[in-house]
Protein backbone atom coordinates (compact mmCIF):
# COMPACT_ATOMS: atom_id res chain seq x y z
CA UNK A 1 0.00 0.00 0.00
CA UNK A 2 1.36 3.54 -0.74
CA UNK A 3 2.81 5.37 2.09
CA UNK A 4 1.96 8.70 0.13
CA UNK A 5 -1.25 9.83 0.30
CA UNK A 6 -3.25 12.91 -0.53
CA UNK A 7 -4.39 15.40 2.12
CA UNK A 8 -8.22 15.49 2.76
CA UNK A 9 -9.31 19.42 2.07
CA UNK A 10 -10.26 19.69 5.55
CA UNK A 11 -7.17 18.74 6.83
CA UNK A 12 -5.30 20.54 4.16
CA UNK A 13 -6.89 23.72 5.59
CA UNK A 14 -6.23 23.31 9.47
CA UNK A 15 -2.79 22.70 8.97
CA UNK A 16 -2.87 26.06 6.93
CA UNK A 17 -4.66 27.37 9.84
CA UNK A 18 -1.83 26.70 12.08
CA UNK A 19 0.17 29.02 10.24
CA UNK A 20 -2.45 31.79 9.49
CA UNK A 21 -4.85 31.38 12.57
CA UNK A 22 -2.72 31.17 15.69
CA UNK A 23 -5.28 33.12 18.25
CA UNK A 24 -8.16 35.34 17.75
CA UNK A 25 -6.15 38.45 17.02
CA UNK A 26 -5.09 37.00 13.74
CA UNK A 27 -8.56 36.35 12.44
CA UNK A 28 -9.37 39.82 13.09
CA UNK A 29 -6.43 40.69 11.41
CA UNK A 30 -6.66 38.80 8.11
CA UNK A 31 -10.55 39.84 8.09
CA UNK A 32 -9.74 43.54 8.74
CA UNK A 33 -7.48 43.58 5.85
CA UNK A 34 -9.87 42.07 3.32
CA UNK A 35 -12.28 45.48 4.80
CA UNK A 36 -9.80 47.58 3.59
CA UNK A 37 -8.39 46.22 0.63
CA UNK A 38 -12.55 46.18 0.17
CA UNK A 39 -12.33 50.41 0.17
CA UNK A 40 -13.85 50.64 3.59
CA UNK A 41 -14.54 53.72 5.26
CA UNK A 42 -16.03 52.00 8.27
CA UNK A 43 -15.46 49.00 10.47
CA UNK A 44 -17.06 47.66 13.35
CA UNK A 45 -15.62 45.02 15.08
CA UNK A 46 -17.58 43.04 17.75
CA UNK A 47 -15.52 40.66 20.20
CA UNK A 48 -16.97 38.25 22.61
CA UNK A 49 -14.74 36.17 25.28
CA UNK A 50 -11.58 37.41 24.57
CA UNK A 51 -13.21 36.43 20.23
CA UNK A 52 -12.79 32.82 21.39
CA UNK A 53 -16.77 32.67 21.57
CA UNK A 54 -17.96 36.11 18.56
CA UNK A 55 -15.89 37.86 16.51
CA UNK A 56 -17.54 40.11 14.15
CA UNK A 57 -16.28 42.57 11.31
CA UNK A 58 -18.81 44.49 9.53
CA UNK A 59 -17.47 47.09 6.77
CA UNK A 60 -19.34 49.48 4.23
CA UNK A 61 -16.81 48.29 1.27
CA UNK A 62 -17.45 46.95 -1.93
CA UNK A 63 -19.11 43.91 -1.16
CA UNK A 64 -18.72 40.24 -2.58
CA UNK A 65 -20.74 39.38 -5.85
CA UNK A 66 -23.60 36.33 -4.94
CA UNK A 67 -21.79 34.10 -7.62
CA UNK A 68 -18.41 34.57 -5.87
CA UNK A 69 -19.27 33.71 -1.81
CA UNK A 70 -19.02 29.95 -2.52
CA UNK A 71 -15.33 30.57 -4.11
CA UNK A 72 -14.83 33.08 -1.10
CA UNK A 73 -14.77 30.57 1.12
CA UNK A 74 -12.34 28.11 -0.59
CA UNK A 75 -8.51 27.79 -0.42
CA UNK A 76 -6.22 29.42 -3.05
CA UNK A 77 -8.60 31.54 -4.19
CA UNK A 78 -8.35 35.74 -4.34
CA UNK A 79 -9.39 38.66 -5.93
CA UNK A 80 -6.32 40.17 -5.69
CA UNK A 81 -3.82 38.21 -7.49
CA UNK A 82 -4.12 36.72 -10.87
CA UNK A 83 -0.34 36.25 -12.73
CA UNK A 84 2.61 35.77 -11.21
CA UNK A 85 3.73 39.11 -12.28
CA UNK A 86 0.91 40.60 -9.89
CA UNK A 87 3.22 39.40 -6.87
CA UNK A 88 6.28 41.53 -7.76
CA UNK A 89 3.82 44.77 -7.16
CA UNK A 90 1.43 43.47 -4.86
CA UNK A 91 -0.64 46.84 -3.30
CA UNK A 92 -3.25 45.02 -1.15
CA UNK A 93 -2.77 43.93 2.42
CA UNK A 94 -4.34 40.73 1.72
CA UNK A 95 -3.84 38.14 -1.45
CA UNK A 96 -2.65 34.52 -0.64
CA UNK A 97 -6.55 33.46 -0.41
CA UNK A 98 -5.79 31.15 2.13
CA UNK A 99 -7.52 33.58 5.51
CA UNK A 100 -11.46 32.99 4.94
CA UNK A 101 -10.92 28.88 4.16
CA UNK A 102 -8.39 28.86 6.84
CA UNK A 103 -10.71 30.20 9.65
CA UNK A 104 -13.59 28.57 8.42
CA UNK A 105 -11.67 24.88 9.07
CA UNK A 106 -11.56 26.06 12.42
CA UNK A 107 -14.99 27.63 13.35
CA UNK A 108 -18.26 28.09 12.64
CA UNK A 109 -18.11 30.79 9.87
CA UNK A 110 -20.97 33.01 8.27
CA UNK A 111 -19.95 35.44 5.55
CA UNK A 112 -22.65 38.06 4.67
CA UNK A 113 -22.41 40.33 1.51
CA UNK A 114 -23.76 42.66 -0.70
CA UNK A 115 -22.52 44.26 -3.84
CA UNK A 116 -25.81 46.17 -4.74
CA UNK A 117 -26.07 44.33 -7.77
CA UNK A 118 -28.90 42.48 -6.48
CA UNK A 119 -31.41 43.87 -3.87
CA UNK A 120 -30.28 41.85 -0.89
CA UNK A 121 -27.64 40.12 0.53
CA UNK A 122 -26.66 36.74 0.76
CA UNK A 123 -25.18 34.60 3.46
CA UNK A 124 -22.19 31.95 2.91
CA UNK A 125 -21.89 29.30 6.11
CA UNK A 126 -19.25 27.02 6.83
CA UNK A 127 -18.53 25.13 9.72
CA UNK A 128 -15.63 23.47 10.09
CA UNK A 129 -16.42 20.79 6.88
CA UNK A 130 -15.00 20.52 3.58
CA UNK A 131 -14.89 22.93 0.93
CA UNK A 132 -18.89 22.91 0.34
CA UNK A 133 -20.77 26.09 1.82
CA UNK A 134 -24.77 26.89 2.18
CA UNK A 135 -25.25 30.09 0.47
CA UNK A 136 -28.69 31.64 0.94
CA UNK A 137 -30.45 35.28 0.69
CA UNK A 138 -30.24 37.73 3.69
CA UNK A 139 -30.71 41.43 4.30
CA UNK A 140 -27.92 43.39 4.39
CA UNK A 141 -26.56 46.50 3.22
CA UNK A 142 -23.70 47.29 0.94
CA UNK A 143 -20.69 45.82 2.32
CA UNK A 144 -19.51 42.71 4.17
CA UNK A 145 -20.14 40.74 7.85
CA UNK A 146 -18.05 38.28 8.62
CA UNK A 147 -19.17 36.40 11.88
CA UNK A 148 -16.64 33.90 13.39
CA UNK A 149 -18.60 31.80 16.28
CA UNK A 150 -16.41 28.69 18.10
CA UNK A 151 -12.54 29.52 17.55
CA UNK A 152 -11.03 26.06 17.27
CA UNK A 153 -14.71 24.23 18.46
CA UNK A 154 -13.36 21.09 15.94
CA UNK A 155 -9.55 20.89 16.92
CA UNK A 156 -9.56 21.30 21.37
CA UNK A 157 -5.85 20.73 21.34
CA UNK A 158 -5.29 24.28 19.73
CA UNK A 159 -8.08 26.19 21.98
CA UNK A 160 -5.79 24.83 25.14
CA UNK A 161 -2.78 26.77 24.05
CA UNK A 162 -5.33 30.40 24.21
CA UNK A 163 -4.40 32.32 27.36
CA UNK A 164 -7.10 34.72 29.38
CA UNK A 165 -9.57 36.20 27.65
CA UNK A 166 -8.48 39.87 28.86
CA UNK A 167 -4.95 38.50 26.99
CA UNK A 168 -6.64 37.36 23.87
CA UNK A 169 -8.78 40.63 23.90
CA UNK A 170 -5.55 42.60 24.64
CA UNK A 171 -3.83 41.11 21.24
CA UNK A 172 -7.10 41.67 19.10
CA UNK A 173 -6.97 45.79 20.50
CA UNK A 174 -3.03 45.71 18.99
CA UNK A 175 -3.99 44.68 16.04
CA UNK A 176 -7.12 47.28 15.71
CA UNK A 177 -4.80 49.63 16.66
CA UNK A 178 -1.56 49.05 14.35
CA UNK A 179 -4.34 48.81 11.73
CA UNK A 180 -5.72 52.38 12.57
CA UNK A 181 -2.86 54.02 12.40
CA UNK A 182 -2.22 52.94 8.79
CA UNK A 183 -5.17 54.16 7.68
CA UNK A 184 -6.21 57.68 8.96
CA UNK A 185 -9.36 57.88 6.72
CA UNK A 186 -11.06 55.23 8.06
CA UNK A 187 -13.37 55.29 10.79
CA UNK A 188 -12.84 52.19 13.67
CA UNK A 189 -15.08 50.93 16.68
CA UNK A 190 -14.10 47.94 18.76
CA UNK A 191 -16.57 46.33 21.19
CA UNK A 192 -15.98 43.84 23.87
CA UNK A 193 -18.50 42.07 25.56
CA UNK A 194 -21.45 44.88 23.98
CA UNK A 195 -18.88 47.50 25.60
CA UNK A 196 -17.62 50.20 23.23
CA UNK A 197 -13.93 50.15 23.99
CA UNK A 198 -12.31 52.04 21.11
CA UNK A 199 -14.38 54.69 18.28
CA UNK A 200 -12.19 56.35 15.73
CA UNK A 201 -13.35 58.78 13.65
CA UNK A 202 -11.98 59.26 10.27
CA UNK A 203 -10.05 62.01 9.40
CA UNK A 204 -7.25 62.68 6.88
CA UNK A 205 -6.21 66.22 7.74
CA UNK A 206 -3.02 66.81 9.75
CA UNK A 207 -5.37 67.40 12.84
CA UNK A 208 -6.71 64.52 12.96
CA UNK A 209 -3.88 62.40 12.65
CA UNK A 210 -2.30 64.50 15.62
CA UNK A 211 -5.83 62.94 17.35
CA UNK A 212 -5.94 59.32 16.26
CA UNK A 213 -2.15 59.13 16.94
CA UNK A 214 -2.31 60.53 20.11
CA UNK A 215 -5.28 58.46 21.13
CA UNK A 216 -4.01 55.14 20.33
CA UNK A 217 -0.37 56.51 21.49
CA UNK A 218 -1.21 58.61 24.00
CA UNK A 219 -0.48 62.37 24.50
CA UNK A 220 2.39 62.01 25.93
CA UNK A 221 3.89 60.75 23.00
CA UNK A 222 2.67 63.59 21.18
CA UNK A 223 4.13 65.90 23.22
CA UNK A 224 6.99 64.53 23.30
CA UNK A 225 7.43 63.75 19.43
CA UNK A 226 9.25 65.34 15.83
CA UNK A 227 7.04 65.23 13.11
CA UNK A 228 9.19 63.87 9.91
CA UNK A 229 8.52 64.01 6.75
CA UNK A 230 11.29 63.59 4.34
CA UNK A 231 11.52 62.01 0.29
CA UNK A 232 14.51 61.31 -1.15
CA UNK A 233 15.80 58.67 -4.31
CA UNK A 234 11.83 57.54 -5.10
CA UNK A 235 11.27 57.15 -0.87
CA UNK A 236 9.30 58.90 1.44
CA UNK A 237 9.44 58.75 5.08
CA UNK A 238 7.13 60.50 7.09
CA UNK A 239 5.45 60.10 10.82
CA UNK A 240 6.38 60.73 14.41
CA UNK A 241 9.54 59.49 16.16
CA UNK A 242 9.81 60.64 20.00
CA UNK A 243 13.03 63.09 21.79
CA UNK A 244 15.22 60.50 22.99
CA UNK A 245 14.17 61.64 26.80
CA UNK A 246 10.85 59.79 26.01
CA UNK A 247 12.03 56.68 25.86
CA UNK A 248 10.39 53.30 26.35
CA UNK A 249 11.65 50.50 29.42
CA UNK A 250 10.39 47.79 26.64
CA UNK A 251 9.74 48.06 22.88
CA UNK A 252 6.18 48.36 22.56
CA UNK A 253 5.32 52.02 21.12
CA UNK A 254 7.24 51.13 17.81
CA UNK A 255 5.01 50.98 14.91
CA UNK A 256 6.26 50.95 11.42
CA UNK A 257 4.95 50.52 7.70
CA UNK A 258 5.72 49.91 4.42
CA UNK A 259 3.27 51.17 1.80
CA UNK A 260 0.54 50.98 4.95
CA UNK A 261 1.56 47.03 5.83
CA UNK A 262 2.47 47.00 9.57
CA UNK A 263 5.97 44.84 9.38
CA UNK A 264 8.74 44.24 12.07
CA UNK A 265 12.28 43.85 10.05
CA UNK A 266 15.68 43.33 11.63
CA UNK A 267 16.92 46.00 8.91
CA UNK A 268 14.50 48.63 9.82
CA UNK A 269 15.17 47.74 13.64
CA UNK A 270 18.84 48.33 13.47
CA UNK A 271 18.21 51.41 11.38
CA UNK A 272 16.00 53.10 13.92
CA UNK A 273 18.33 52.15 17.00
CA UNK A 274 21.18 53.05 15.12
CA UNK A 275 19.84 56.75 14.75
CA UNK A 276 19.34 57.03 18.55
CA UNK A 277 22.67 55.24 19.52
CA UNK A 278 24.30 58.82 20.41
CA UNK A 279 21.23 60.44 22.69
CA UNK A 280 19.37 57.28 24.06
CA UNK A 281 19.79 56.17 27.65
CA UNK A 282 21.27 52.36 27.72
CA UNK A 283 19.08 49.58 27.56
CA UNK A 284 16.44 52.00 26.99
CA UNK A 285 14.16 51.77 23.83
CA UNK A 286 12.17 54.33 21.00
CA UNK A 287 8.78 55.13 20.67
CA UNK A 288 7.97 55.83 16.74
CA UNK A 289 5.01 55.48 14.53
CA UNK A 290 6.88 55.96 11.10
CA UNK A 291 5.64 55.28 7.44
CA UNK A 292 7.93 54.30 4.70
CA UNK A 293 6.61 54.59 1.32
CA UNK A 294 8.24 52.59 -1.58
CA UNK A 295 7.96 51.47 -5.31
CA UNK A 296 5.64 48.10 -4.43
CA UNK A 297 8.25 46.76 -7.09
CA UNK A 298 10.89 47.06 -5.43
CA UNK A 299 9.88 45.49 -2.13
CA UNK A 300 8.96 41.62 -1.36
CA UNK A 301 5.56 41.14 1.21
CA UNK A 302 5.53 37.57 0.31
CA UNK A 303 7.96 36.13 2.59
CA UNK A 304 5.93 35.32 5.73
CA UNK A 305 2.27 33.70 6.11
CA UNK A 306 1.34 36.35 7.83
CA UNK A 307 2.85 39.11 5.85
CA UNK A 308 4.76 40.69 9.51
CA UNK A 309 8.13 40.78 7.30
CA UNK A 310 9.12 41.90 3.93
CA UNK A 311 12.00 41.93 1.81
CA UNK A 312 13.82 44.33 0.29
CA UNK A 313 15.80 44.39 -2.98
CA UNK A 314 18.34 47.12 -1.94
CA UNK A 315 18.10 46.57 1.75
CA UNK A 316 21.17 48.89 1.54
CA UNK A 317 19.48 51.97 0.38
CA UNK A 318 16.55 51.65 2.55
CA UNK A 319 18.94 51.48 5.77
CA UNK A 320 20.84 53.81 4.93
CA UNK A 321 17.80 56.28 4.33
CA UNK A 322 15.88 55.31 7.11
CA UNK A 323 19.14 55.66 9.43
CA UNK A 324 20.04 59.14 7.82
CA UNK A 325 16.77 60.55 8.01
CA UNK A 326 16.00 60.34 11.96
CA UNK A 327 19.60 60.61 12.39
CA UNK A 328 19.64 64.39 11.07
CA UNK A 329 15.99 64.90 12.42
CA UNK A 330 17.13 63.86 16.02
CA UNK A 331 19.74 65.52 15.69
CA UNK A 332 18.20 69.37 14.84
CA UNK A 333 16.40 69.34 17.70
CA UNK A 334 17.11 72.68 19.73
CA UNK A 335 15.91 74.49 22.51
CA UNK A 336 13.77 76.53 20.67
CA UNK A 337 12.29 74.26 18.76
CA UNK A 338 10.49 72.79 21.96
CA UNK A 339 9.94 76.24 24.04
CA UNK A 340 8.76 78.10 21.15
CA UNK A 341 5.47 76.74 20.45
CA UNK A 342 5.37 73.67 22.75
CA UNK A 343 4.50 72.09 19.75
CA UNK A 344 6.41 68.93 18.43
CA UNK A 345 8.96 70.31 16.19
CA UNK A 346 8.71 69.41 12.65
CA UNK A 347 11.95 68.39 10.25
CA UNK A 348 10.93 68.61 6.58
CA UNK A 349 14.29 67.37 4.96
CA UNK A 350 17.62 66.21 5.86
CA UNK A 351 19.15 69.18 4.53
CA UNK A 352 17.95 71.71 7.24
CA UNK A 353 21.03 70.54 9.09
CA UNK A 354 22.38 72.61 11.77
CA UNK A 355 25.70 74.39 10.93
CA UNK A 356 28.52 73.16 12.13
CA UNK A 357 31.54 75.68 13.56
CA UNK A 358 35.01 74.75 14.04
CA UNK A 359 36.37 75.07 17.20
CA UNK A 360 38.42 77.93 18.16
CA UNK A 361 41.85 78.56 19.66
CA UNK A 362 41.31 77.49 23.13
CA UNK A 363 42.59 78.91 26.33
CA UNK A 364 44.54 76.58 28.98
CA UNK A 365 43.60 76.95 32.63
CA UNK A 366 45.29 74.73 35.60
CA UNK A 367 43.35 75.33 38.59
CA UNK A 368 39.70 76.07 37.01
CA UNK A 369 37.77 74.11 33.98
CA UNK A 370 36.57 77.45 33.23
CA UNK A 371 37.97 80.55 31.77
CA UNK A 372 36.95 84.03 34.10
CA UNK A 373 38.54 86.13 31.03
CA UNK A 374 36.10 88.58 29.32
CA UNK A 375 34.77 87.33 26.04
CA UNK A 376 35.77 88.87 23.17
CA UNK A 377 33.41 90.37 20.61
CA UNK A 378 31.45 88.00 18.71
CA UNK A 379 32.57 84.42 20.93
CA UNK A 380 30.98 83.37 24.46
CA UNK A 381 33.53 83.52 27.19
CA UNK A 382 32.87 80.37 28.28
CA UNK A 383 36.07 77.79 27.53
CA UNK A 384 36.79 74.57 27.69
CA UNK A 385 40.12 72.84 29.11
CA UNK A 386 41.28 69.09 29.17
CA UNK A 387 44.14 70.29 32.27
CA UNK A 388 43.31 67.76 35.26
CA UNK A 389 45.26 66.77 37.83
CA UNK A 390 45.47 63.06 37.99
CA UNK A 391 42.20 62.49 34.78
CA UNK A 392 42.19 59.40 33.00
CA UNK A 393 42.40 62.33 30.53
CA UNK A 394 45.90 62.31 30.88
CA UNK A 395 46.82 58.99 29.84
CA UNK A 396 48.88 58.68 26.72
CA UNK A 397 45.91 57.01 25.02
CA UNK A 398 43.62 59.58 25.20
CA UNK A 399 46.20 62.48 24.97
CA UNK A 400 46.89 60.85 21.15
CA UNK A 401 43.31 60.91 20.49
CA UNK A 402 43.01 64.06 21.38
CA UNK A 403 45.75 65.35 19.23
CA UNK A 404 43.86 65.55 16.22
CA UNK A 405 41.14 68.04 18.37
CA UNK A 406 44.28 70.43 20.15
CA UNK A 407 43.41 71.08 23.89
CA UNK A 408 40.09 72.75 24.00
CA UNK A 409 38.12 75.15 22.25
CA UNK A 410 35.36 78.24 22.26
CA UNK A 411 32.56 78.65 19.66
CA UNK A 412 30.94 81.31 18.25
CA UNK A 413 27.63 82.44 18.99
CA UNK A 414 25.81 83.64 15.90
CA UNK A 415 23.49 87.09 16.62
CA UNK A 416 23.66 86.70 20.61
CA UNK A 417 27.06 87.58 21.73
CA UNK A 418 26.62 90.39 22.66
CA UNK A 419 24.29 89.44 25.28
CA UNK A 420 26.47 87.56 26.94
CA UNK A 421 27.97 90.53 28.08
CA UNK A 422 24.48 92.16 29.73
CA UNK A 423 25.31 92.74 33.39
CA UNK A 424 24.45 90.31 35.81
CA UNK A 425 21.93 92.69 37.70
CA UNK A 426 20.39 92.99 34.44
CA UNK A 427 19.75 88.80 33.98
CA UNK A 428 17.99 88.62 37.34
CA UNK A 429 14.65 89.43 35.72
CA UNK A 430 13.00 89.20 32.32
CA UNK A 431 9.54 90.65 31.01
CA UNK A 432 7.53 89.47 28.26
CA UNK A 433 8.54 93.19 26.73
CA UNK A 434 12.72 91.89 26.68
CA UNK A 435 13.32 91.77 23.33
CA UNK A 436 14.83 88.86 21.54
CA UNK A 437 15.10 87.10 24.56
CA UNK A 438 17.28 83.49 23.61
CA UNK A 439 15.68 80.25 24.27
CA UNK A 440 16.96 78.88 27.43
CA UNK A 441 17.20 82.61 28.56
CA UNK A 442 19.57 84.26 31.03
CA UNK A 443 21.56 82.46 34.20
CA UNK A 444 20.64 83.66 37.68
CA UNK A 445 22.06 81.62 39.75
CA UNK A 446 23.96 78.17 40.50
CA UNK A 447 22.30 75.63 42.69
CA UNK A 448 24.42 73.23 44.66
CA UNK A 449 27.56 73.81 42.13
CA UNK A 450 25.62 71.14 39.97
CA UNK A 451 22.64 73.34 38.42
CA UNK A 452 22.18 76.07 36.75
CA UNK A 453 18.92 78.34 36.99
CA UNK A 454 18.01 80.83 34.20
CA UNK A 455 15.09 82.63 33.06
CA UNK A 456 13.57 82.55 30.02
CA UNK A 457 10.30 84.21 28.48
CA UNK A 458 8.51 81.28 29.59
CA UNK A 459 9.55 80.49 32.94
CA UNK A 460 12.32 78.63 34.57
CA UNK A 461 15.23 76.66 33.08
CA UNK A 462 16.89 74.45 35.30
CA UNK A 463 20.35 72.67 33.54
CA UNK A 464 22.64 70.14 34.55
CA UNK A 465 26.24 72.06 33.84
CA UNK A 466 28.27 69.03 33.86
CA UNK A 467 26.07 66.99 31.35
CA UNK A 468 25.25 70.26 29.02
CA UNK A 469 28.77 70.66 28.85
CA UNK A 470 30.12 66.98 28.35
CA UNK A 471 27.52 67.19 25.38
CA UNK A 472 29.06 70.24 23.22
CA UNK A 473 32.27 69.08 24.13
CA UNK A 474 31.91 65.63 22.41
CA UNK A 475 29.46 67.33 19.64
CA UNK A 476 32.84 69.70 19.15
CA UNK A 477 35.30 66.63 19.17
CA UNK A 478 32.93 64.70 16.58
CA UNK A 479 33.07 67.54 14.15
CA UNK A 480 36.75 68.01 14.21
CA UNK A 481 37.32 64.45 14.41
CA UNK A 482 34.58 63.88 10.95
CA UNK A 483 36.53 66.65 9.17
CA UNK A 484 39.78 65.52 9.35
CA UNK A 485 41.41 62.23 7.71
CA UNK A 486 41.30 59.35 9.93
CA UNK A 487 45.01 58.79 11.30
CA UNK A 488 46.06 54.88 10.73
CA UNK A 489 49.15 52.93 11.81
CA UNK A 490 50.40 50.23 9.90
CA UNK A 491 50.93 47.14 12.72
CA UNK A 492 54.50 45.63 13.05
CA UNK A 493 53.41 42.00 13.35
CA UNK A 494 49.80 41.87 10.39
CA UNK A 495 47.56 39.53 13.07
CA UNK A 496 46.11 36.71 11.20
CA UNK A 497 41.76 36.33 11.69
CA UNK A 498 39.86 33.02 10.85
CA UNK A 499 37.16 33.23 9.46
CA UNK A 500 34.51 31.88 6.91
CA UNK A 501 34.43 31.80 3.20
CA UNK A 502 31.24 34.42 3.52
CA UNK A 503 33.20 36.63 5.35
CA UNK A 504 36.33 36.41 3.45
CA UNK A 505 34.26 37.43 -0.14
CA UNK A 506 32.59 39.67 2.25
CA UNK A 507 35.99 41.53 2.99
CA UNK A 508 37.13 41.68 -0.44
CA UNK A 509 33.85 43.68 -1.73
CA UNK A 510 34.06 46.43 0.65
CA UNK A 511 37.72 47.22 0.83
CA UNK A 512 36.60 50.61 0.15
CA UNK A 513 34.53 51.05 3.74
CA UNK A 514 37.33 49.67 5.44
CA UNK A 515 40.16 52.05 3.61
CA UNK A 516 37.54 54.68 4.60
CA UNK A 517 37.84 53.84 8.54
CA UNK A 518 41.47 53.39 8.98
CA UNK A 519 41.77 49.73 8.27
CA UNK A 520 43.62 47.86 5.46
CA UNK A 521 41.99 44.37 5.71
CA UNK A 522 43.61 41.68 2.47
CA UNK A 523 42.73 38.19 1.83
CA UNK A 524 45.53 35.43 3.24
CA UNK A 525 43.67 32.34 1.97
CA UNK A 526 39.99 30.71 1.22
CA UNK A 527 39.20 31.21 5.34
CA UNK A 528 41.86 33.91 6.70
CA UNK A 529 42.14 37.56 6.80
CA UNK A 530 45.24 40.01 7.55
CA UNK A 531 44.69 42.67 9.08
CA UNK A 532 47.84 45.03 8.46
CA UNK A 533 46.48 49.00 9.53
CA UNK A 534 44.25 49.70 12.22
CA UNK A 535 43.21 53.03 12.91
CA UNK A 536 45.74 55.52 15.94
CA UNK A 537 42.45 55.67 17.85
CA UNK A 538 41.97 52.18 18.36
CA UNK A 539 45.44 50.41 18.90
CA UNK A 540 44.02 49.77 22.64
CA UNK A 541 40.60 47.72 21.47
CA UNK A 542 40.04 44.07 20.84
CA UNK A 543 40.51 44.77 17.22
CA UNK A 544 39.84 40.99 16.22
CA UNK A 545 36.37 41.06 17.76
CA UNK A 546 35.85 44.89 16.16
CA UNK A 547 36.70 42.97 12.70
CA UNK A 548 33.92 40.26 12.83
CA UNK A 549 31.85 42.32 14.36
CA UNK A 550 31.83 45.00 11.32
CA UNK A 551 31.98 41.36 9.02
CA UNK A 552 28.60 40.52 10.53
CA UNK A 553 26.60 43.62 9.87
CA UNK A 554 28.32 44.30 6.48
CA UNK A 555 26.40 40.54 5.79
CA UNK A 556 23.34 41.68 7.19
CA UNK A 557 22.46 44.91 6.38
CA UNK A 558 25.08 45.62 4.01
CA UNK A 559 26.48 48.99 6.39
CA UNK A 560 28.15 48.88 9.78
CA UNK A 561 29.04 51.78 12.34
CA UNK A 562 30.66 49.31 14.67
CA UNK A 563 34.37 51.21 14.02
CA UNK A 564 32.65 54.83 14.12
CA UNK A 565 30.79 53.02 17.55
CA UNK A 566 33.97 52.78 18.99
CA UNK A 567 35.51 55.67 18.14
CA UNK A 568 32.93 57.78 19.50
CA UNK A 569 32.73 56.25 22.87
CA UNK A 570 36.32 56.75 23.39
CA UNK A 571 35.44 60.68 22.45
CA UNK A 572 32.51 60.46 24.40
CA UNK A 573 34.78 59.58 27.97
CA UNK A 574 37.73 62.08 26.57
CA UNK A 575 34.35 64.51 26.68
CA UNK A 576 33.26 63.31 30.02
CA UNK A 577 36.38 63.71 31.45
CA UNK A 578 37.43 66.91 29.71
CA UNK A 579 33.99 68.89 30.64
CA UNK A 580 32.96 71.00 33.74
CA UNK A 581 32.55 69.06 36.79
CA UNK A 582 30.26 69.26 39.93
CA UNK A 583 31.22 72.31 42.47
CA UNK A 584 32.26 74.24 40.35
CA UNK A 585 31.78 77.70 41.31
CA UNK A 586 30.90 79.36 37.93
CA UNK A 587 30.77 83.19 36.81
CA UNK A 588 27.00 84.84 35.31
CA UNK A 589 29.38 84.91 32.28
CA UNK A 590 30.78 81.87 32.20
CA UNK A 591 26.70 80.25 32.31
CA UNK A 592 25.30 81.97 29.89
CA UNK A 593 28.23 81.31 27.63
CA UNK A 594 27.21 77.32 28.28
CA UNK A 595 23.96 78.42 27.81
CA UNK A 596 24.39 80.04 24.35
CA UNK A 597 26.61 76.72 23.00
CA UNK A 598 23.55 74.31 24.06
CA UNK A 599 21.21 76.58 21.93
CA UNK A 600 23.86 76.29 18.75
CA UNK A 601 24.53 72.11 19.56
CA UNK A 602 23.28 69.22 17.73
CA UNK A 603 21.97 66.76 20.31
CA UNK A 604 22.13 69.27 23.24
CA UNK A 605 19.19 67.73 25.04
CA UNK A 606 20.83 65.04 25.88
CA UNK A 607 24.37 63.92 27.71
CA UNK A 608 26.46 61.57 25.69
CA UNK A 609 25.07 58.79 27.88
CA UNK A 610 21.70 59.80 27.25
CA UNK A 611 20.00 61.70 30.21
CA UNK A 612 18.70 64.86 29.92
CA UNK A 613 20.55 67.95 30.41
CA UNK A 614 18.23 70.14 30.88
CA UNK A 615 14.39 70.76 32.17
CA UNK A 616 11.65 73.57 31.61
CA UNK A 617 9.14 75.01 33.88
CA UNK A 618 6.44 77.12 32.85
CA UNK A 619 5.19 79.92 35.28
CA UNK A 620 2.10 78.27 35.15
CA UNK A 621 3.41 75.12 36.50
CA UNK A 622 5.03 76.70 39.30
CA UNK A 623 1.69 79.24 40.34
CA UNK A 624 0.27 75.69 41.22
CA UNK A 625 3.48 74.90 43.21
CA UNK A 626 2.20 77.52 45.29
CA UNK A 627 -1.52 77.49 45.26
CA UNK A 628 -1.41 81.16 43.21
CA UNK A 629 -5.02 81.87 41.98
CA UNK A 630 -6.69 79.29 43.53
Not at 3 to 19: F, M, T, V, Y
Not at 23 to 42: F, Y
Not at 466 to 476: K, L
Request: glycine residues 6%; negative net charge.
Amino acid sequence: MSKIKLLPPRLANQIAAGEVVERPASVVKEMLENSLDAGATRIEIDAEKGGVKLMRIRDNGSGIAHEDLPLALSRHATSKVYVLDDLEAVATLGFRGEALASVSSVSRLSLTSNNQDTASGWVAKAEGRDMATDVSPAAHPQGTTVEVRDLFFNTPARRKFLRTEKTEFNRIEDVVKRLALANFDVAFELRHNQRVIHSLRAGSGEVEKNRRVAQICGPAFMENALTVDIERHGLRLWGWVALPTFSRSQADLQHFYVNGRAIKDKLVTHAVRQAYSDVLYHGRHPAFVLYLEIDPATVDVNVHPTKHEVRFRDGRTVHNFIYSSLHHALADVRPDDQLATGQPAQVNSIMSNPQSQPPAEMHQQQTMPLSNKPASSGHSSFAYSSARVNSPADSPQIKEALSFYGEASQSSVANNGSLDQRPSNDLNRLTDEAPEVPPLGYAIAQLKGIYILAENAQGLIVVDMHAAHERVVYERMKASFDEGSVQAQPLLVPQTLAVSDKEVACAESHQTIFQQLGFVVETAGPESLLIRQIPVSLKSANVEQLVRDVLSDLIQYGTTDRIKQHINELLSTMACHGSVRANRQLTITEMNGLLRDMEATERSGQCNHGRPTWAHFSLAEIDKWFMRGQ
